[in-house]
């Protein structure tokens, strides 16, 4: 599982006045995406989501008279498959089937998608958590090859041997199409989406114990300022902080700043 530090990510117009202001945002919002992550790469969603798909209907082939069924199967690439340690098995009864066999955990495959978290800031206003990058994704792209000629000239490398470079054209019609497939890369934040689309589960979505460890260390923060203008001191109260783990994480933030 990843457990990697967040990326924090200012924009370039963020000068020294907007990193000051939006300090405690940034110091917030780190240490909740990498709980958050950590929470869900262990399978624990903040709300209960929709199963995968299961095995869909057969569809008929009108090609055919009459009209014959075909299967309709989940595949994946060998590409993707490889990441996923499931060697050469890409086609699958349904996606319930795949997931079934990887440990079932929404959101997490093969982990891609978690590595790009990121918190950056949304102008001088807030912090975001979101996705950034591209990831492995389960299906290739298909790309005609043009075909090669007999034109070609002569190139030198930079280590001074010469070859044949061959010149290329489109694919005239009535020839023989070829095709190369080529795995495809998914942005991770299209990948958060289709999570959100297909199962109703927000990869970013706090708990309500993770809200309350939020607001209760701003609080504690609030009040370690207002004591220490008085030359006072912090008296323990019994309230629940919510997620001890993350409101500890905050505080520890915050005392950085």
Do not use: C
Not at 12 to 30: E, F, H, P, Q, W
């Amino acid at each position: 599982m990843i457990d990697l530090a967040v990326e924090v990510h200012w924009t370039k117009s963020a000068d020294v006045d907007v990193r000051r202001k939006l300090g405690m945002n940034m110091a917030i919002a780190a240490p909740t995406a990498q709980h958050i992550r950590r929470r869900m790469t262990r399978g624990r969603t903040a709300t209960p989501g929709e199963p995968y798909q299961g095995p869909r209907r057969p569809l008929l082939d009108h090609r055919f008279k009459p009209p014959i069924q075909r299967e309709r199967r989940y595949y994946i690439t060998r590409e993707y498959a490889a990441a996923l340690g499931l060697g050469d098995l890409t086609r699958w009864e349904s996606s319930a089937e795949l997931h079934a066999q990887i440990g079932g955990v929404a959101g997490y495959a093969t982990g891609g998608m978690w590595a790009g978290l990121q918190v950056k800031n949304y102008g001088n206003r807030f912090a975001i958590i979101d996705f950034a990058r591209s990831s492995l994704g389960s299906s290739s792209v298909r790309r005609e090859l043009k075909v090669r000629t007999d034109e070609f000239e002569i190139v030198t490398s930079k280590s001074g041997r010469q070859r044949k470079r061959y010149k290329y054209r489109n694919r005239r019609r009535g020839e023989e199409p070829r095709y190369s497939r080529k795995p495809r890369k998914v942005r991770n934040d299209e990948k958060a989406g289709r999570l959100f689309m297909h199962r109703k589960i927000n990869a970013v979505q706090p708990t309500r114990a993770e809200i309350d460890a939020m607001f209760s260390a701003v609080a504690r923060q609030s009040q370690r300022v207002v004591l220490e203008a008085f030359d006072s001191e912090l008296i323990a109260h019994g309230e629940s902080p919510g997620d001890t783990i993350l409101f500890r994480a905050i505080n520890k933030a915050m005392e950085r700043l």
